[in-house]
């Protein structure tokens, strides 16, 4: 019999006005195998399609590396994500929107082990 895997979704960021460069909190979760960030727009002004964001890795919360993979935005996309594997123990979003550009958002950091 298979074991069954655990799973966790994290509010990482509720109702949050994003402009220009953003980051999120950390998120502690070296005990995951995979995650998926998603943001929902709720709200936005501006172009979001030339905007990204991207997660980072971080073996302590402090010191932190481009894990490597970019998330786009779609201007008629209600969420983005972003697949990780293969990660430390912390993990973060950060990015930018282009000039001009405020978007209201919720982050959910989906977590399986």
Same mark, same amino acid.
């Given at each position: ?13 509720? =109702? ?49 590396? =481009? ?47």
């Amino acid at each position: 019999m298979a074991e069954m895997r655990h799973c966790h979704t994290a509010i990482i960021e509720r =109702d949050v006005t994003w402009t220009g460069k953003f980051e999120t909190e950390p998120y502690e979760a070296g005990w995951a195998s995979e995650a998926i960030y998603f943001v929902r727009v709720l709200e936005k002004d501006g172009q979001m399609g030339r905007g990204h964001g991207k997660p980072q890795i971080s073996p302590d919360g402090m010191h932190w590396a =481009d894990e490597g993979t970019l998330m786009g935005f779609q201007e008629n996309k209600e969420v983005a994500f972003v697949r990780v594997s293969r990660f430390g123990n912390y993990l973060r979003l950060v990015g930018e929107l282009p000039p001009g550009t405020t978007a209201k958002v919720i982050v959910y950091l989906t977590l399986k082990a």
